[in-house]
């Protein structure tokens, strides 16, 4: 087994989402960020896939430098490594813009034989990525996987499709997106995690680092662009008190029921 490569985003946590009214884009500073809950299932498959077969894992995201805190508690976990995409060029990209640039990364880092992303993020929940990468990279797919075998060069997983599962066969290398909460992701390693807060050095590629046009990331590559924010309130139940006696409150209720009758 070669590199088994980690598509990890970092978002806000969902009490924390917010949008930049100005730029019509999620506000990353100043909000609780953590690593996306399906990343972190697919994270710890790739890591028991590792511990079977043998390989390396490679974590890697795209954002603002901020993002290496999040990264680490990753390596904390096992990875053995983690690249950041951090760069103006690749702020307020949609899901293309974003895999063309994660797939001109994969492509940089090469020698690998999966790349695992979780099945959707919490802050978008398209789904879109894992599929746009297998197109990008001409690899086999394999959506909603909730269990993966690997023996030698061959590729067995088990996929959640309407109704229940079928599993699928491909060689290597592929495209894999993991179900969310297929498996318990693993506690960080206390002494890895200080090993990693002081020693782990975070790779950090800009825009030059990566063999891509600067017109296919961003927002000059994204052909989806938010022009107005909406926001929408749920519905609130009516609130009516009634009082007096049993009768008294008998009568008023039948009052109201006849206004909606």
């Known amino acids: 087994m070669r590199n088994i490569i980690v598509c990890t985003k970092i978002v806000p946590k969902a009490e924390d989402m917010n949008f930049d009214p100005e ?10 960020n953590q690593i996306n809950e399906a990343d972190k299932n ?7 896939i590792k511990e079977k077969n043998g390989g390396r894992v490679v974590l890697l995201s795209m954002g603002p430098p901020f993002f290496e805190q999040y990264l680490k508690i990753g390596i904390a976990m096992g990875a053995d490594d983690a690249i950041l995409l951090s760069d103006r060029l690749f702020a307020g990209a949609d899901t293309f813009a974003t895999s063309a640039t994660l797939a001109a990364a994969i492509r ?11 099945e959707e993020t919490s802050d978008g929940g398209t789904g879109q990525v894992p599929s746009q990468l297998a197109e990008l990279l001409d690899l ?6 909730s ?20 599993i699928v066969e491909s060689g290597m290398p592929a ?17 890895r995690k200080r090993w990693a807060d002081k020693e782990f050095s975070l790779t950090i590629w800009s825009a030059s680092s990566l063999e891509i046009k600067p017109e296919l990331t961003g927002t000059s590559g994204s052909y989806t662009i938010v022009k107005r924010l909406t926001e929408y309130f ?3 139940r009516q609130r009516i008190s009634v009082e007096g006696t049993a009768e008294q409150q008998a009568n008023k209720i039948m009052e109201i029921l006849r206004e909606y009758g």
């Open 42 to 48: 697919a994270i710890e498959l790739s890591l028991k």
């Open 234 to 236: 749920t519905h609130q």
């Open 140 to 145: 086999p797919q394999m959506l909603f996987v």
């Open 23 to 32: 730029t019509k884009t999620m506000k990353r500073s100043g909000v609780e």
């Open 175 to 191: 495209i894999l997106s993991i179900e969310l909460g297929i498996n318990q992701p693993r506690f960080p390693d206390f002494k």
């Open 108 to 118: 940089k880092i090469g020698d690998y034989d999966l790349v695992l992303c979780g």
């Open 147 to 166: 269990e993966v075998d690997v023996d030698g060069n061959n590729l067995k997983a088990k996929r959640t499709i309407k109704g229940g599962y079928e």
